[in-house]
């Protein structure tokens, strides 16, 4: 116990100090998303992609917060294109439904800094527009614990007549998965392609009404990144699983 006492700050001294400038980087887009009409373009013309006016963090911040090596990665001029693709679990190979994430980054200074982010047509429609931007834009004033690693948003202004109901969910993401926990109840596995650690798996889970078949909660699990949208609570709490402490 006491050698646990003495080597945990040492530890976390070492953490700050190998990743205090990703904090940095980190810090400075948060302020930027409190200016978010300056700072971020949002196009939703397929899918949903942001545009960095000023682009921040490298690509090795980007795999570490991920916590995962991208499933591709090209250099496309003096763009690095990096592309994470979660495909579902106990089925054909089929791109249709694949749940790629697209991330571009500019060379500025000899460093690739991330300046565009894209999320699939499929996952943008499931989520809508609607909710990833405010999202976004709301997290700058939202409330946030970083002990809890998440971020508490309010949405109950947002429209629910915009979510999908449960057979355009079927043309979107495919059938759901055999034996879902419960009724009522939307079960997507998935897996990120070219890694099979189990903890690289993503998820999608969407719970309706008994009655009239609307959405009561999302919940989208994908590498660290946990998001819970309950629309009768009219509220979205986006957790982040990065200094998770295993119980031993």
């Not at 700072?39 to 795999?63: A, C, H, W, Y």
């Not at 959405?215 to 590498?223: E, M």
């Amino acid at each position: 116990m006491f050698f646990l006492h003495r080597t945990l700050p040492v530890l976390l001294a070492t953490v700050l100090i190998l990743h205090g400038c990703i904090l940095e980087r980190i810090f400075r887009v948060k302020h930027q998303l409190c200016d978010f009409e300056k700072n971020f373009q949002i196009d939703t013309s397929e899918g949903f992609r942001v545009i960095l006016r000023e682009p921040v963090m490298l690509d090795k911040d980007i795999t570490w917060l991920a916590g995962a090596k991208p499933t591709e990665q090209e250099l496309v001029g003096d763009e690095l294109v990096m592309t994470y693709i979660a495909a579902r679990n106990g089925m054909p190979s089929n791109r249709q439904y694949d749940l790629p994430i697209e991330l571009r980054f500019a060379r500025l200074d000899g460093r690739y800094r991330l300046k565009e982010g894209y999320l699939s047509k499929n996952l943008a429609d499931i989520l809508t527009h609607e909710l990833l931007s405010q999202i976004m834009q709301s997290v700058c004033k939202s409330e946030k614990s970083l002990a809890k690693q998440k971020i508490t948003i309010d949405i109950s202004m947002l429209d629910q007549t915009l979510l999908p109901g449960g057979s355009e969910i079927a043309a979107i993401l495919g059938p759901p998965t055999p034996n879902s926990p419960k009724a009522h109840r939307l079960v997507y596995d998935y897996q990120l392609k070219n890694n099979d650690a189990v903890d690289k798996k993503a998820a999608i889970e969407i719970d309706f009404n008994d009655t009239d078949g609307k959405i009561l909660r999302i919940k989208v699990k994908y590498l660290r990144y946990n998001l819970e949208a309950d629309f009768e609570k009219g509220e979205a709490v986006l957790k982040v699983d990065i200094f998770v402490g295993r119980e031993t």
